[in-house]
């Protein structure tokens, strides 16, 4: 049973648009929620992340919202960037899970921002 | 890669050998994690390690096993690879209080034919 789910696994924007990249979760003790950036060939990196007490973090051209009552969160890119493209993973977590920090990933989109 | 290496980078093997991947950090972090990252799936969470002899298993641990005998290395062994486990290999870790944010080693590219 997936908990972290991103239903589309490809995107395709113009280069300076926006880029819009959704998760959905189905675990309501999930409280912590991440994006990472992964390129071919290379690790996944820590993009931004959000706490369940606030609704949005934005930090430069992202920005991640959290729509709890929908268990959904999006990650927004503007503008896009060629550099962007990537796939992109979702990630939660239960701080109450105790200390072991394990994070839940979805499947990944597969962002190709077109110059 | 937040001083994480991952060693080999690559590896082929036959069905049925054993292979061991390593882990190595330079951060002294508690946490180390071990990923497989397969077409459909993301990334599961195969064990983890919460300090030094500390590990526990995560989502796909069938037929794997891991070692920590010091802070910087974890250990992943495949006791007799199987097609099945042909996948890319990430190691992970994070610090005590760091909000579950995890920083990634840069794979291993298991095949076993």
């Known amino acids: 049973d997936q908990q972290v789910k991103q239903n589309s696994p490809s995107l395709s924007v113009q280069e300076g648009r926006i880029s819009i990249l959704n998760c959905d979760y189905t675990n309501s003790m999930f409280d912590y929620f991440l994006w990472y950036k992964k390129y071919p060939a290379e690790g996944p990196t820590f993009l931004i992340s959000i706490s369940s007490i606030k609704d949005k973090n934005e930090d430069g051209r992202f920005t991640v919202f959290l729509n709890k009552s929908a268990k959904h969160l999006s990650l927004h890119i503007v503008p896009s960037q060629p550099g962007d493209s990537a796939v992109y993973f979702c990630?939660?977590?239960?701080?109450?899970?105790?200390?072991?920090?394990?994070?839940?990933f979805g499947t990944g989109t597969l962002l190709a921002v077109q110059p | 890669d937040a001083g994480i290496t991952q060693s080999p980078r690559h590896k082929v093997t036959e069905t049925g050998t054993p292979v061991t991947l390593r882990c190595h950090q330079t951060e002294n972090h508690r946490y180390m994690y071990w990923y497989r990252q397969d077409p459909g799936h993301g990334l599961r969470l195969i064990h983890y390690s919460y300090g030094v002899k500390d590990t526990d298993k995560g989502e796909v641990s069938d037929g794997y096993s891991v070692s920590r005998s010091k802070t910087e290395d974890f250990l992943l062994t495949l006791e007799s690879a199987t097609s099945s486990q042909t996948s890319v290999y990430f190691c992970?870790?994070?610090?005590?209080?760091?909000?579950?944010?995890?920083?990634f080693g840069a794979g291993t590219r298991l095949s076993v034919l």
């Open positions: 990630a939660a977590s239960a701080q109450g899970g105790g200390a072991t920090n394990k994070l839940i």
């Open positions: 992970a870790i994070s610090a005590e209080g760091s909000k579950n944010i995890q920083y």
